[in-house]
């Protein structure tokens, strides 16, 4: 049997593209697989070793939770020190700076008083996300009001860094 050019052609290309599947099949797709294993493998261990700093944390909440409860009537002085002491483990825990916490700003009419306290942290976008979401989601007597994001240049390491001001308000009646 005498075969043109054009079908050798196509039983090259044919053999040429199962070779290629084959190839696919048996070497470089466990590859990848055995990558994206590694990789995840790589991840739980990574949250394996930050274990005991989160649970660390964890039992600081939960110290701060019991104060709480037992003394609901908390003075503004604990109640600054107590979210000094949040915000500042968090940034620890989570590699970032606390820059300024001043004394809030009081604002007293009638009846009532509005705390307004203020922080400013530095560190990666996602860490202050995170931050703000703790803050939210936890029950530390005051609410989030507003926040504020701002880039700064440090010239001495050039580079950029971003801080976030954030601003939390506390309502109490002023005769307690």
């Known amino acids: 049997m005498r075969q043109n050019g054009k079908q050798i052609w196509m039983l090259t290309l044919a053999g040429i593209i199962l070779v290629t599947i084959a190839t696919y099949s048996f070497a470089i797709k466990k590859t990848i ?42 003075s503004d002085m604990d109640f600054q020190i107590s979210l000094i002491q949040v915000v500042g483990d968090y940034c620890k825990l989570h590699g970032m700076t606390v820059q300024s916490f001043p004394n809030p700003h009081v604002f007293t009419k009638e009846k009532f008083q509005l705390q ?61």
């Open 33 to 74: 697989d055995t990558i994206s294993n590694c990789n995840a493998m790589t991840h739980t261990l990574d949250s394996a070793n930050l274990a005991p700093q989160y649970m660390q944390s964890l039992q600081q909440e939960i110290e701060l939770f019991s104060k709480n409860i037992g003394n609901s009537n908390i």
């Open 116 to 176: 307004t306290y203020r922080f400013t942290v530095a560190g990666n976008y996602a860490k202050h996300v995170q931050l703000l979401q703790m803050l939210e989601h936890r029950n530390i007597g005051a609410k989030i009001v507003s926040v504020h994001f701002e880039t700064q240049k440090q010239f001495q390491q050039h580079r950029e860094l971003l801080a976030m001001t954030v601003y939390l308000q506390k309502i109490h009646d002023s005769h307690e």
